[in-house]
């Protein structure tokens, strides 16, 4: 899903830039609400986390791949303004770094994989939430199916922003139908990615999760050698391990999927790479500006072994990533004003 330099023609990349920038400073606002001193630290690591999962592409169907877009994940773990940031933060590292995404549609980019994933993943996250019970299992589920539509929604916002600002002549009905139809596929892999991981955080440290706010279970009292219900009060879910722990665990995970998971991924186009392939929208691909980079193609330049380059380049990737977000995730919880003080979630 990461639009390269040419797809989209100028004016629409600067419509979508001017978009993007709005986004992030109303988001850069809301994560003052939503980061504390125990949930910064753990929004830098979602976004090395991305970064490190969006390496792993997956097969999808014949001669195509998928991989996570992460704005479900980012929004249900650490909330949507934030979750905003934190996809936004690993499109820059790879636009950048990595040549991965078009400088001149990093816009398009954040507007599309940034913006429609957690705006329409938490949005649906939270109507399903309304209706089901308020426990683990109802948070897991809505993750999946709130993860499984962001990804053939964001689909269908490329499809939108090719049909005003696109390169070439093509039927868009084509294009819509192709796109549409190979992210359903690749929306089942986010959806288990994403539930997988968000019910593995909630089993740990539930009080930690933004979208687990408010998961309680009710005190048990011994009646008569039998447990029942109280009715009140409730306690929070106890928290399994520490926030030091969880992270240290969260970092090893993402190095070790970046550093050496990612090298059995799958090496077929992914899905926007295929349909334009297939429907000639990449006739007028753009040289990246960043081609040079001793990055570029998650490599490392001048690493003869593709196991070891590739390797390195992943754990770097992971470094920058969250020394990058966990910056700015710091910076923005100590600008909150003292008039806005912090979600109570529990410890």
């Known amino acids: 899903m990461h639009v390269p330099d040419g797809f989209i023609d100028a004016p629409t990349s600067a419509v979508t830039g001017v978009v993007a920038a709005g986004a992030l400073a109303v988001s850069l606002r809301g994560a003052r609400r939503e980061l504390d001193e125990r949930t910064a630290p753990l929004a830098g690591l979602v976004a090395a986390f991305i970064f490190a999962v969006q390496m792993l592409n997956f097969p999808v169907a014949a001669g195509t791949s998928g991989h996570l877009l992460g704005g479900a994940l980012a929004a249900i773990l650490v909330g949507p303004y934030t979750g905003v940031l934190c996809v936004s933060?690993?499109?820059?590292m790879q636009g950048v770094l990595f040549a991965d995404?078009?400088?001149t549609a990093l816009g398009v980019n954040i507007t599309d994989m940034a913006i429609v994933t957690t705006v329409v993943s938490y949005a649906v996250f939270r109507a399903l939430l309304a209706v089901l019970p308020r426990k683990r299992r109802s948070v897991t589920v809505a993750s999946f199916v709130a993860a499984l539509v962001s990804v053939?929604?964001?689909?269908?916002a490329f499809t939108l922003m090719y049909a005003i600002g696109g390169t070439t002549d093509?039927?868009?009905?084509?294009?819509?139908t192709a796109m549409i139809g190979v992210h359903v596929l690749i929306g089942i892999g986010e959806a288990v990615i994403t539930a997988l991981t968000v019910s593995a955080v909630i089993a740990v440290r539930p009080d930690l999760v933004h979208g687990a706010r408010g998961l309680q279970q009710r005190l048990k009292l011994r009646v008569n050698g039998t447990l029942v219900d109280a009715?009140?009060?409730?306690?929070?879910?106890?928290?399994?391990?520490?926030r030091r722990t969880l992270w240290i665990s969260g970092l090893a995970a993402s190095l070790m999927l970046a550093g050496f998971v990612s090298f059995y991924a799958s090496a077929d186009p992914d899905g926007l790479e295929k349909v334009a392939h297939d429907q000639g929208i990449d006739k007028r691909t753009g040289q990246h500006?960043?081609?040079?980079?001793?990055?570029?193609?998650?490599?490392?330049k001048d690493v003869s072994d593709a196991r070891l380059s590739g390797g390195l380049a992943g754990v770097i990737g992971v470094g920058v990533t969250i020394v990058a977000g966990s910056t700015v995730?710091?910076?923005?919880?100590?600008?909150?004003g003292a008039d806005v003080s912090p979600v109570n979630t529990g410890v």
């Open 101 to 103: 995404g078009g400088l």
């Open 329 to 336: 995730f710091w910076a923005v919880r100590r600008r909150r």
């Open 231 to 242: 009715p009140s009060p409730t306690a929070p879910v106890a928290a399994r391990t520490s």
């Open 170 to 176: 093509v039927a868009i009905g084509k294009v819509a």
């Open 152 to 156: 053939p929604a964001a689909a269908v």
């Open 89 to 92: 933060v690993v499109l820059l």
């Open 289 to 300: 500006a960043t081609a040079d980079s001793p990055l570029a193609g998650y490599g490392v």
